[in-house]
T-cell receptor, first 117, second 110 residues
């Protein structure tokens, strides 16, 4: 029973390039959350998606960042024209039901560590 | 505000008990969670407690909740070197996203 799968584990990009981070939720989970963790800091919520819908993107920068969770395939977090400040670990979590059911714990992937040269 | 607060560092000797504390601000929080993050890994769900409970025990882990003071603690009995990690407290409220604390870095000394 595979957990949340994220790839790649490590991603190196030069300034100005695009970064695409993928997340496959646990089997049976249709709610996905993306978080960013800067070194020595906690997790900051970015975006919450259900299949084909963005439910809450209040934590995601308005420019350069976008997220999707298509009907088929993994959720994608896309960062265009990356800058040094985008260097961080990006974690994906999934849950069976959404935030209306607060008894649903979120299960995390191992993250993608993004480094910008 | 919606901050969840934790002390950032804790050191204990192997075999001793560790107590990691967390305070939250929203009395409508329904579930409170403890996650463990080892170096280079994601967050592993350790345990969680419903807000109408005072205590929950699971093997070496004991969670205590003081709802009046909005204070949550995680006690690890007989702490081992493998318990060295960052421990995150998180709260959830219906219709809202999880709010995580900054994490407590636990160091277990031999």
């Amino acid at each position: 029973n595979a957990g949340v799968m994220q790839n790649p584990r490590h991603l190196v990009r030069r300034r100005g390039q695009e970064a695409r981070l993928r997340c496959s939720p646990m089997k049976g989970h249709s709610h996905v959350y993306w978080y960013r963790q800067l070194p020595e800091e906690g997790l900051k919520f970015m975006v919450y998606l259900q299949k084909e819908n963005i439910i809450d993107e209040s934590g995601m920068p308005k420019e350069r960042f976008s997220a999707e969770f298509p009907k088929e395939g993994p959720s994608i977090l896309r960062i265009q024209q990356v800058v040094r400040g985008d260097s961080a670990a990006y974690f994906c979590a999934s849950s069976r039901t959404g935030t209306d059911d607060s008894n649903q714990p979120q299960h995390f992937g191992d993250g993608t560590r993004l480094s910008i040269l | 505000g919606e901050d969840v607060e934790q002390s950032l560092f804790l050191s204990v000797r192997e075999g001793d008990s560790s107590v990691i504390n967390c305070t939250y601000t929203d009395s409508s929080s329904t579930y409170l969670y403890w996650y463990k993050q080892e170096p280079g890994a994601g967050l592993q769900l350790l345990t969680y407690i419903f807000s109408n409970m005072d205590m929950k025990q699971d093997q070496r882990l004991t969670v205590l909740l003081n709802k009046k003071d909005k204070h949550l603690s995680l006690r690890i009995a007989d702490t081992q070197t493998g318990d060295s990690a960052i421990y995150f407290c998180a709260e959830s409220r219906p219709g809202q996203n999880f709010v995580f604390g900054p994490g407590t870095r636990l160091s277990v000394l031999p």
